[in-house]
C-alpha cells in the first residue's frame, strides 16, 4: 500500500506581511507578535534655577496651540534641575518663582509677580533645551531717581531759544530728601553741556525707602550761559518760581524712578 504524505500550507495575511517587513527594516525597534511601533515624541526641556531652590520653588506653564500644562516642584524639597515636556510646535513658557517658608527676605525675586516668560519653537526631532539668565539682588532701601531738565517744551525744539544766539549751557543745584525730610545727598553746578545736549540735562542720583517711599527732590537754578560762559539773564527754571523746585516724587527699590521738568 503506498505511504500517504500530508503537507500542511500556512498563509501569512497581508497586514501581517507588513508588518513582518516593517519590522525588518526598522533596526532601532525591538518588534514582537502584537506590539505597537515605537513612537517618538519631541520634548522641551525646561531648565530650573537649582542654586534658588531652597528660598523659591518654580512654576512652569508651558502653553502649545491653545493648551496649557501645568507643572510644579512646590510639593517637594530635593532639587529638581528641569522639567520636561511634550512639545507639538511653537511654544510659551512662563515661570513663576514662589517663596518658600522661611525664604530669605533679603533676595529679590528674579521672576518678579508676573514671571519670566521664554518662547521656544520646538525641533520636531529632538529635544528643545530653554535656557533662562537670572539676576538675583539682595532687596535694597534703595532706587534711583532719573532726572530729566529740559528747556525745551516738548516737540518745540527749543525754537523760542534762538533769539538767545550762542547758547552754552544752564546749571542747576540737585538735591534729594528721603521720607523723613533727611537729606540724603545734593551735587551743585549739575551743567548741560555736561550731563546733556546744551539746553537739556539728564541726571541719575540715588532715593531711599528706608523712612517710607515718599522723596523729594530739590532744584535750584545757577544760570544759563553762552559759550563764552557770560550769564544769559531771560533764561529760568521751567518750575516752581524759576529758581527753586521742589518736586514730590516715589522712590522704588531697585528700579528708576523717572521725574521730567520741562516748560
Do not use: K
Not at 501581517?16 to 525597534?29: D, H, K, N, R, S
Not at 493648551?67 to 520636561?84: F, G, I, K, Q
Not at 544760570?223 to 560762559?229: L, W
Amino acid at each position: 500500500m503506498p505511504r500517504r504524505t500530508t503537507t500542511t500550507y500556512r498563509f501569512l495575511s497581508f497586514a501581517g506581511l507588513l508588518a513582518l517587513v516593517a519590522c525588518a527594516g526598522a533596526a532601532t525597534l525591538a518588534c514582537d507578535d502584537g506590539a505597537e511601533p515605537a513612537v517618538f515624541v519631541p520634548t522641551l526641556r525646561v531648565p530650573l534655577p537649582v542654586e534658588l531652590q531652597g528660598e523659591y520653588c518654580a512654576e512652569v506653564a508651558v502653553t502649545q496651540r491653545g493648551a496649557t500644562e501645568t507643572r510644579s516642584t512646590c510639593d517637594t524639597l530635593e532639587a529638581v534641575d528641569h522639567l520636561v515636556f511634550a512639545c507639538s510646535g511653537p511654544a510659551t513658557v512662563t515661570m513663576h518663582l514662589l517663596p518658600r517658608a522661611g525664604a530669605n527676605p533679603t533676595l529679590e525675586n528674579p521672576c518678579g509677580d508676573d514671571g519670566c516668560a521664554l518662547s521656544a519653537d520646538c525641533d520636531p526631532e529632538g529635544t528643545t533645551d530653554l535656557e533662562w539668565t537670572f539676576v538675583v539682588m539682595p532687596r535694597s532701601e534703595q532706587g534711583f531717581f532719573d532726572i530729566e531738565i529740559s528747556l525745551r517744551a516738548p516737540g518745540d525744539g527749543a525754537a523760542h531759544l534762538e533769539e538767545l544766539g550762542d547758547f552754552g549751557e544752564f546749571c542747576v543745584d540737585i538735591a534729594v530728601d528721603d521720607g523723613a525730610g533727611e537729606r540724603m545727598w545734593a551735587r551743585e553746578s549739575v551743567c548741560s553741556a555736561t550731563f546733556g545736549d546744551r539746553l537739556s540735562l539728564d541726571y541719575v542720583g540715588p532715593c531711599s525707602t528706608a523712612n517710607g517711599p515718599d522723596n523729594r527732590l530739590h532744584v535750584r537754578w545757577r544760570g544759563a550761559f553762552d559759550r563764552d560762559g557770560a550769564p544769559l539773564e531771560d533764561v529760568r527754571l521751567p518750575c516752581g518760581d524759576g529758581e527753586v523746585c521742589a518736586i514730590d516724587a516715589r522712590c522704588e527699590e531697585n528700579d528708576d524712578t523717572s521725574i521730567r521738568i520741562h516748560p
